[in-house]
């Protein structure tokens, strides 16, 4: 074929008598689609006749259909791709001169292999070209060639299955340290008492969920736990602000830990003891190992590149996304609702990878505005049902004050744990809101 003889004249990573061997093997024993497809995916696949042919077999084998010679010619004929691909007698001889069954997955393995080399040297070659037109900075060829590499070890496979037996020694060496680790709680303390007693703190490879409606607080809570994580326990941090400037971000940073009224400080009108909790705060985040990203529309995969790269060099306790809605998803879908859900798996795919726990901001949907009581619900999660699902933990913020001003609700907030995989669901937690530094602190009876 002619693209086989070109990749051969220009030295392109390849091993065609693999893919060959790989497709025979599924086309006459559908089981070894299972092994290769942990190994290898449709694009791993040099010529692209293969990269269909894979790519159809696992669309007939989801759908329990048999997958061999005479199915799959018939199905490429349907599709009108059986001439693109050489025709039925290309198909039949995929099975021709298979040396055993049983190497399916080592040929999945070399054919891996290639498609890394391939992607290593398409890489090289664009930061070859980028130097030569020298059109961009060299930190940003720099910058795109990480992103592409991280986005080549994104591919890798994983570790598989382990027994029980290497999951709890790896967790627990013994009895004794299960008991001590438990404890304090396994996971990050946010600052909020009763919500840590009630959810054990952040997990690890959890997706948290917290939502409101416009304009309750969810960035202020979500920076006050930064706040606690980072300057009170020294943990790394990672922000993704799709909405905000990371100037902006930091400005309400320093006036949240300084307890400065923002406003005050953009009219110049702050007193003197008001400077001074400005220059300790200052002090304080000069230290805080917080990392902001402000990048607008950004992707999953985007962030999962950043945030690898952020554990790498810094390391990485909790990555908070600033929020859901602008996080855009790659790939074609019928509707935003499929793309949320893609979304929200692919963020729960983020926290198990790096072994952190991601907390991800939400907007709620109008249908509370007509109920009696305000108080949102976990079917008020806007645009899909797929993050109550993916998510681990899911908080709802509430302010009564905003729907019904009272004197015996000003200041009070009640961040409602609607599910917790991990713990109780259906309580409530008491918080004080002090408007005038736009945080969020534990509630306490005579607090006002």
């Known amino acids: 074929m002619a693209v086989q003889q070109q990749a051969i004249q220009t030295a392109i990573p390849q091993d065609i008598d693999a893919e060959k061997c790989v497709l025979g093997a599924i086309l006459l024993d559908n089981t ?151 404890v304090g709680g396994t996971g990050l303390e946010t600052g909020f008492i009763e919500l840590d007693e009630i959810t054990m703190g952040l997990h690890p490879a959890n997706l948290v969920v917290i939502a409101a409606r416009p304009s309750v607080g969810k960035t202020s809570f979500c920076l006050n736990m930064c706040e606690h994580i980072s300057i009170k326990s020294g943990r790394t941090v990672g922000f993704f602000s799709l909405e905000m400037s990371r100037e902006e971000l930091a400005l309400r940073l320093l006036c949240s830990e300084a307890r400065v009224n923002l406003q005050q400080l953009r009219r110049r009108a702050i007193s003197r003891d008001e400077k001074a909790k400005l220059a300790l705060a200052f002090g304080a985040l000069l230290d805080a190992r917080i990392y902001i990203d402000d990048t607008p529309s950004i992707s999953v995969t985007e962030m999962r590149a950043k945030s690898r790269r952020l554990k790498m060099e810094h390391g990485l306790d909790l990555v908070i996304i600033d929020h859901l809605q602008l996080v855009t998803g790659r790939g074609r879908y019928e509707n935003r609702t499929q793309e949320i859900a893609a979304i929200t798996r692919q963020l729960k795919g983020l926290s198990k990878e790096l072994g952190i726990p991601v907390i991800v901001i939400s907007q709620l949907s109008r249908a509370l505005e007509s109920r009696t009581d305000k108080r949102p619900q976990l079917s008020d999660l806007r645009e899909s049902g797929a993050i109550e699902q993916d998510a681990d933990l899911v908080c709802f913020l509430y302010r009564d004050e905003l729907y019904q001003p009272k004197e015996d609700n000003r200041g009070l907030a009640e961040l409602i744990v609607s599910k917790n995989r991990n713990g109780p669901a259906g309580q409530t937690v008491r918080l004080a809101f002090v408007a005038e530094y736009t945080r969020f602190e534990n509630y306490a009876a005579g607090y006002f």
């Open 32 to 182: 070894h689609f299972n092994a290769v497809v942990e190994v290898i995916r449709a694009e791993d696949f040099l010529l692209e006749a293969h990269q269909r042919i894979f790519h159809l077999v696992g669309e007939m084998l989801d759908r329990s259909q048999p997958a061999d010679i005479v199915t799959i010619t018939a199905e490429l004929r349907k599709l009108q791709l059986l001439d693109r691909i050489g025709g039925p007698t290309y198909v039949a001889s995929l099975i021709d001169g298979i040396p055993r069954l049983v190497n399916a997955r080592h040929y999945a393995a070399i054919i891996r292999e290639k498609s890394v080399l391939r992607a290593l040297m398409e890489t090289a070659q664009l930061m070859r070209d980028s130097s030569i037109r020298g059109d961009r900075a060299p930190e940003e060829i720099v910058e795109g060639a990480m992103m592409r590499l991280f986005q080549i070890a994104e591919g890798s496979v994983g570790a598989g299955f382990l027994s029980l037996r290497d999951v709890i020694h790896a967790s627990y060496p013994d009895a004794d340290a299960l008991y001590e680790r438990g």
